[in-house]
């Protein structure tokens, strides 16, 4: 076989590995966000509290919080085409017992298997953004990263958008079943693609001394600091924002949905730029892209509190969608660049842990406190901790990009 043709095969191979990839988190975040766009439909059919209803999307959260970091030893140390598969399995699984346990008014079996799908989520979040990175060269590496976090948002759009309309055509219950079987087209394109080899999988296991010094890392933390209050904006915003336009401005379901499907739909341009973005604008410096983003966020996620026209909320979901979805995309490759290359892997499960501890926690936060006090503080609470990301982005390094 020629160079070129090994060039082309090559090429093809990461294109695929990039498909792959971003439809199984595609269909793991459809399937995650999908309870939130009709919580007031699953509240009267289950009887549920907000707070309660909050824990549909909440407990993945969770599960991938306590996980990650085990997740990730597993994808180290096993074949990732074999782990990937089951993760597939298990998705599908989980969106077949969700379905059976909705249909039957079973809140505990319902949360049990949202457990099960949040397995699988993690394990796809956690091998893409180790796999797509390695799969192309240092210089397009944060780009590559960008592209597969936009699967995120995308697939947020997609269950904001499509969840109203699939339960006013065959019951909120089949929303579980339809997202997680659209993972197994992405795991059709990630087995043909790494037939011959999964990149990255060769790098060599840290010892105990680099584990040591990744864990003591003040800059680790403080990057791993920013990702928990960006997740929690970002997880606040995309959970409630539905019940609170289809509450303040009485609009449908459906109509809530599609506008709320904007924010992760912006959020999808955001990460997928953010590599170019950083290094073509900011000049590679990555601190002050995120001290603007959150300097950005704190007044627009503070003005949905005063808004009182649908066409000013537009302008809030955009600006905040952007902003904060900047970091979300910027961080991974952030954090990489901040360790030794032997536990970068460690890092991003370290970090994915950490990001969506704040995932976990806000929904049930902001549901706690709409029960109590309304809509209006919850978006001031968002806007306190936008302002918290400000002032501890002012105190995170500049790393040197090798």
């Not at 289950?46 to 407990?59: D, E, K, P, Q, T």
């Not at 936060?365 to 400000?390: E, R």
């Amino acid at each position: 076989m020629s160079t070129t043709d090994d060039t082309t095969g090559t090429r093809r191979e990461t294109l695929g590995i990039v498909v792959g990839f971003f439809l199984l988190s595609t269909a793991a975040a459809a399937y995650e966000i999908a309870p939130a766009s009709v919580f007031p439909a699953i509240q009267d059919s289950l009887g549920l509290s907000s707070s309660a209803a909050g824990w549909l999307v909440s407990i993945m959260y969770a599960t991938a919080v306590v996980t990650s970091v085990p997740v990730g030893v597993v994808l180290d140390r096993f074949s990732v085409r074999r782990v990937v598969g089951l993760a597939t399995v298990a998705l599908v699984v989980a969106g077949g017992w969700g379905w059976y346990a909705a249909t039957a008014g079973a809140f505990g079996w319902l949360l049990a298997s949202r457990v099960l799908g949040g397995l699988a989520y993690v394990t796809f979040w956690n091998a893409g953004a180790n796999v797509v990175g390695n799969a192309v060269p240092p210089a397009r590496r944060a780009t590559a990263v960008g592209v597969f976090t936009a699967s995120a948002p995308v697939g947020f759009a997609l269950g904001q958008f499509g969840s109203p309309l699939i339960a006013n055509a065959a019951g909120w219950p089949a929303i579980l079943p339809l997202y997680a079987g659209v993972a197994v087209v992405g795991v059709v394109f990630f087995a043909a693609a790494t037939r011959r080899r999964v990149p990255g999988v060769d790098a060599p296991s840290p010892d105990g001394a680099a584990l040591r010094e990744l864990f003591g890392s003040l800059a680790v933390w403080t990057v791993c600091g920013l990702c928990f209050l960006a997740y929690s904006l970002y997880l606040f915003v995309n959970t409630w924002l539905p019940s609170f336009l289809a509450s303040e401005f009485e609009i449908s379901l459906a109509a809530s949905g599609l506008l709320t499907a904007l924010f992760p739909a912006i959020g999808a341009v955001a990460r997928s730029t953010s590599g170019v973005v950083t290094d073509r604008v900011f000049g590679g410096r990555r601190r002050r892209v995120i001290v603007s983003s959150f300097a950005v966020a704190t007044p627009a996620v503070v003005a949905f509190a005063f808004v009182s026209e649908l066409g000013y909320v537009v302008g809030a979901v955009v600006v905040v969608g952007f902003a904060i979805q900047l970091v979300t995309g910027l961080i991974f490759s952030y954090i990489a660049e901040l360790v030794a290359p032997a536990v970068r892997t460690t890092a991003v499960s370290l970090l994915t842990s950490v990001g969506l501890l704040g995932a976990f926690a806000a929904p049930i936060a902001a549901g706690a406190i709409i029960d109590y006090a309304g809509y209006a503080p919850a978006f001031f609470a968002a806007g306190g901790v936008a302002l918290v990301g400000v002032l501890l982005a002012l105190r995170a390094p500049e790393p040197s990009r090798v």
